[in-house]
């Protein structure tokens, strides 16, 4: 795909709008990217034009979005950058900046914070998403209502004893 793909620097603008919608979470808010140059003349720095985005979050990202960012907050945006040309109170050619966010994060050049890891919802048990053994003979597969196959023990029911992969790794 050939989108767009920016990094924005700045402070957020508004507060996070934060919505439940059908397809999940979505939040957005505005951040306020301002240029700084060195005036030589002045021999010190200067702020240059300020540029509003409106920053769009979905899912997680929203939900995480929405509780960590405040007015004020220097932050990093990663997205893809969508401009939109649309006609507005009757005016032709009005313009704006949205950024689909992948990622936000403080500025830690800045200031600094504390990170909070969000618990991961539980999966389904019972959905073994492991790949097949193909180079053994296949197990014989768990009966659809829940009770243990003829002969089978404790032991052999299979997620009861056995670890899921995701559980296994380390983060």
């Known amino acids: 795909m050939n989108e767009t793909m920016v990094c924005v620097v700045g402070n957020v603008a508004t507060r996070p709008v934060y919505r439940e919608t059908v397809s999940g979470p979505s939040a957005r808010f505005r951040i306020a990217v301002t240029a700084r140059y060195w005036d030589r003349e002045k021999n010190s720095w200067a702020d240059g034009h300020t540029n509003f985005f409106t920053v769009w979050a979905n899912r997680q990202l929203a939900t995480n979005a929405a509780a960590s960012l ?14 939109r ?6 005016q032709p050619d009005w313009m704006s900046a949205d950024i689909d966010a992948v990622s936000v994060g403080h500025d830690l050049a800045r200031g600094t914070t504390a990170f909070r890891r969000t618990p991961r919802p539980e999966s389904n048990p019972a959905a073994d998403r492991s790949e097949p053994a193909w180079e053994t003979d296949p197990a014989p597969s768990p009966p659809v209502d829940g009770t243990a196959a003829e002969g089978a023990t404790a032991a ?10 995701e559980a296994a790794m380390v983060t």
């Open 70 to 83: 405040s007015v004020g907050e220097p932050v990093i945006v990663q997205g893809r950058l969508k401009v």
């Open 85 to 90: 040309t649309e006609t507005r109170e009757g």
């Open 156 to 165: 052999d029911d299979g997620d009861a004893t056995q670890l899921r992969p």
